[in-house]
Each structure stands twice: as structure tokens, then as C-alpha cells.
């Protein structure tokens, strides 16, 4: 596809991916060519046809308004750690790094944050490496199957993104497993995120404008909408919700990784819907000790790699600790 596509699109695509499950060659190739286009111009589809049903979504979704309902002390005891794991209280981020526009006042959401789990006593824990160590839990005896809930969607999505990273590498020309080893042991993030409506009012969002640091995204929403991605026309376009669908998106590291050839589109959320919103991204990333280089298949004519490589925990470190609130104190502090 030539430049000029790119963020060309005036509503999201829509992807059916049922074929990425079966053994069908020429069906698989097919849909990881669709994806590709997508990924090219607008770095957002709504992806359907994957096994996760409506009833597993709807229970994460449930578990996370249950939580979300607790008292802030009840919240507090697993306020957000060092490891970046646990509760992070409404308007506790702000977007510093967004290239999109100066945002100054806080995202108007409150979520939690449950990553990859890694046992206490993993070498990379003991070692103090950064991001490494085991997730904070709400009582079990406050939120019954919290836990258990959780780790099966995990477990789902996660499966879903090992088949996403296939199809990338078969539409790359690349054998279908050529990115598993940077899957073996995924940075993953499931975001639990609560919208109180809000109010209209100028440079005040539910999620600023922003883009995903990570490989993709894949976003689950309840009914009430609110998510916008910007266009090359500076147009924001609605992803309203589909039942069923999630909403996949590029993320930065996979846009370094393709020298850009895929594009992690700038989004936004703006509840003004009056309800409630719930939502849940999953962010599926790297190992954090692999090295992102430039594909070759991305590399162009001109032979230009436009990114040095990087260890993908370095990556990850700087742009979270730009962005919240608690890890800028934590690194003042430490200075
Ligand atoms: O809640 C949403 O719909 C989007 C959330 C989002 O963009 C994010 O957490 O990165
Ligand atoms: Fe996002």
C-alpha cells in the first residue's frame, strides 16, 4: 500500500478471523492479507469470528463493576505497586508523551491493572527486575471467582494475540511462527477501566488522546460508546461498540518493529454519554528481555531501518514512567 492510504478511513473495518483457528492455508493467508490492508491505513479493526464468547467477555466486564463498586478503602488495600499491578484511582494518569495535543488534566476513568503473573520467587522478581512480580488480588472473600475469572480471559486473549502475531508474520511473507519466540513469555496487560459520565467541557477526556505503547491491543467495550480514532484528515472516528467484537489496534512497538509500515493510530474516549462506561484493553506485548529490531520484510528498497533496536523492558520502562502519576513520584524519589 502507498503512503498515502495511510489513515485514510472513514469508519473502522471490520475483520472476521475465524479462519486464523482452522488449518485452511489459502483461507489463513487470505485473512492475514485483509489484515495487513487494515493495518496500513487505519491501525484499527474490529475483529470477529474468534471462540471467545459474549458470556466470558460479560463476566470480566461484571467482576470489574463489582470492584469498581467497592469502597476506595476496600480499592486502596491493592492500589497500584511498583510492578504496575493493582488499582489506579480515577484521575490518577495523565498523558505526557501523546503527540497529538498538550494534555494537562487527568484522565477522567479509574481502572486496574493486572499483568502477567510472575511468582515471588522468579529469579526476575528476586532480581528486582522492573514489572516482575506477582498481581494484587481483591479479597476472595469480597469478590468470589475475581481471580479465577480473570486468568481464563487472560488466558483466551492471550491465545488470540499468539494467533494476531501469525497472522502479522503471513502477511509479512514470514513463516507463520516466525515471531513465537517473542511470545513465549508475553508482557501482557489487562486494563479493567470505569467511566463516570462527564462532562462536556474543553480539553477533558476520558482517555486523552494517546497511542498504545505495545505490540496491539485488543478492547472489549460494553454498549455506551465513546471511543474515537483520528483520521489523516484530523476527523475523529467513531469505534462504536459491536457486541462480541473486540477492537484491535496497532501499538508503537509494532509500528518501530515494521518501520512503520503499520500505523498505531491515535484514539481518544469521551464518555458524554451520561451512563457509566465499562471497558477492558488487553495489551499484548513482547517478552521484555527480546530485542525489537526492524522485520526485514519491512525493511524498504533504500535498505533504511528507521529505529536502532531495543530491548523491549527498556522501551516499556521509559514510556510508563512517563506517563503516571505514581511512577514519576517513585523516580523523583529515588533520584
Ligand atoms: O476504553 C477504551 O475504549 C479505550 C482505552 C484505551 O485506549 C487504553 O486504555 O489504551
Ligand atoms: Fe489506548
New binding site residues.
Partial sequence: MNGTARGDFSEIPKLDVSALYGTDEGAIADTAAEMRGHLERTGFLYVVGHPITSAQIEAVRTMGKRFFALSEDEKAKIQINKNFRGYLKFAGSTIVTSSVEQVSKPNQ?E?VFFMHEVAEDDPGAVAGLPLQGPNQWPDAEVLPGFRDTIEAYVEAMTVLGRKMASAISISLGLPADSLNRYFEDPTTFL?L?H?PPQPPEDGLF??AP?T?YGFI?L?A?DDVG??EVLNKNGDWVA?PPIPGAF?M?VGDILARWSNDLFVSTP???INSSGRE?Y???F?FDPSMDETIKVLEPCIGPDGQEKYEPILYRDYLMERIDKNYHYRKKAAAEAT
Fill in positions: 476513568s481502572s486494563r477501566l467511566y476520558g482517555s494517546h498504545d491491543t478492547l467495550q465513546g471511543l469505534a477492537v489496534n484514539h481518544r474516549v462506561r471497558s477492558q484493553p495489551f
